[in-house]
């Protein structure tokens, strides 16, 4: 049976059917928001407050830290509510606002990582020149593409999803409102959405991992051409954290909006996308906190700052 008009809400099973799981990924999934919260938070501090941060690399991270706490808010809080209790139920209104944010948000991630695969083949490849072409005004410039190419994105996909023929059991097999969950649910023919995400996954996805594998080529063969050894580590130092988190936040996302049609890639593709929504925010800070130098020395700096303030005004006094 199609429910043509717009339902009243929807019930998102999640892994309702393995209530023993849900207990665990409660506490999981609490821990690692809390943890997602600080970490992100301390980052956009640290570039902010560090005069030694302010350089385009940080203001790029504290852009991807700021998208990290707004994509895991925009669902979380609602996957704990579902995991701890017996209200699965999300309203039609909200699954639409977490679809358009989610999609909105996820699409100007992707962007905004390839617009820092930009700036570390610059900073490698173009070392003498890199203030001269990443000015500050280009900084904003490409930050702002990237968050206005992720509204038009989530503007183009989310009314056509909204507006399938869902089945009147109104039963979303994912823990949050995704485009290929909702297509699942269409009762009716979903070809134009199904291509649709498909156009859309190759723009959002497969032309901005292209760049970002082109710029990576550039840096390696330019890499190669160094013979000092300390310039080696240098390089990969500077690229290293970038391309473990391009690694893990594309292959999620793959696995979620490229999966084939059939039940075990469904079923397999809500871990992957409880990953994306939750472990991505999570490992990005820790990613750039523990193999980054720079944001080492700003940690053990900014606890000094008001102990080395206090000592010079008594040595003047």
């Known amino acids: 049976m199609v429910n043509h008009s717009f339902p009243v809400d929807f019930l ?14 409660f506490m999981v999934v609490s821990i690692s928001y809390l943890l997602t919260l600080v970490g992100n938070t301390l980052i956009i501090l640290l570039s902010m407050l560090d005069p030694r941060l302010h350089s385009p690399m940080y203001f790029f991270l504290s852009n991807l830290s700021f998208l990290d706490l707004c994509f895991t808010t925009s669902c979380v809080p609602q996957m704990l509510i579902h995991l701890w209790g017996p209200r699965k139920t999300i309203s039609f209104l909200g699954c639409s606002v977490q679809l ?6 996820g699409t100007t991630e992707y962007v905004l990582l390839t617009v820092m695969a930009f700036d570390r083949y610059v900073a490698v490849c173009q070392p003498l020149h890199y203030a001269t072409i990443i000015h500050p005004r280009l900084c904003w410039q490409l930050a702002a593409m990237a968050w206005v190419i992720g509204l038009v994105e989530s503007v183009v996909q989310t009314p056509p999803t909204l507006r399938l023929p869902f089945c009147r059991h109104q039963r979303v097999d994912d823990f949050v409102c995704e485009v290929p969950a909702l297509i ?33 080529g550039a840096i390696a063969r330019a890499v190669l051409r160094i013979n000092s050894v300390v310039a080696w580590r240098k390089a990969l130092g500077t690229c290293s954290s970038h391309l473990i988190v391009v690694t893990l936040f594309y292959s999620s996302g793959i696995a979620v ?13 809500k871990f992957f996308g409880l990953f994306y929504a939750v472990g991505t925010p999570l490992l990005n800070p820790l990613i750039y906190t523990l193999r980054n130098k720079e944001v ?19 040595n003047a006094a």
Request: hydrophobic share 40%.
């Open 296 to 314: 080492k020395s700003a940690l053990r700096r900014l606890p000094g700052k008001d102990v080395d303030s206090r000592e010079s005004q008594g």
């Open 12 to 25: 998102l099973l999640g892994f309702s059917e393995h209530p023993g799981l849900e207990r665990i990924l």
């Open 100 to 105: 358009f944010i989610f999609l909105f948000l």
């Open 184 to 216: 699942h649910l269409s009762c009716g023919d979903t070809t134009y959405s199904e291509i649709q995400m498909a156009v859309a996954s190759v723009f959002i996805l497969v032309v901005p991992l292209s760049l970002i594998l082109v710029s990576y």
């Open 257 to 269: 909006y490229l999966q084939p049609k059939n039940p075990y890639a469904q079923k397999r593709g």
